[in-house]
């Protein structure tokens, strides 16, 4: 018989950020998951999607991803963890009217997961711009197996 997982780590699971290169994700989410990761809160095996308008390469994202933690965040991006981490970290530029590329990563990170993951979709973004984008992630065949926050 297979071991019950811990109650306080999550299945796996893709977080899908929006508005990932905003000011919200670079001083609390980023840093946050890293420090959920760093301490063991994070699933076992998951991906940060990361997502905005912004067109910026999956570099460029780690690279803000790195410089935001060693900002606002409590542990340091370093070693193995920040590493581990930094693998787990993609981007892709989406809007409203066309989120196929981010359907795309988004499928592709569950796959390479497995089929039991969750999907996780964080908007980090301002209220009016929430009604778009809840659509389109209907639109995109996102939606019903979601969990959103925000």
């Known amino acids: 018989m297979a071991d019950k997982p811990s109650p306080n780590v999550p299945v796996n699971h893709v977080i899908v950020l929006f508005g990932a290169m905003g000011d919200l994700s670079a001083r609390k989410l ?15 095996d998951f991906r940060i999607v990361g997502t905005s308008r912004r067109s910026v390469s999956d570099d460029d994202f780690k690279s803000h991803a790195h410089d935001s933690i060693a900002r606002f965040g409590r542990n340091k991006p370093e070693g193995a963890g920040w590493d581990d981490f930094v693998g787990r970290l993609s981007y892709v530029a ?24 969750g999907i996780l979709h964080y908007l ?3 209220p009016v711009a929430m009604p778009g984008i809840v659509s389109a992630l209907g639109s ?11």
């Open 140 to 150: 995109a065949g996102l939606a019903g197996k979601v969990s959103a926050a925000g």
């Open 30 to 44: 980023l840093p946050g998951f890293y420090h959920l990761a760093e301490v063991g809160l994070m699933p076992d």
């Open 94 to 117: 989406s809007a409203a009217d066309d989120m196929s590329a981010l359907a795309s990563a988004a499928e592709d990170a569950v796959s390479d997961l497995g089929s039991d993951t």
């Open 124 to 126: 980090s973004i301002p």
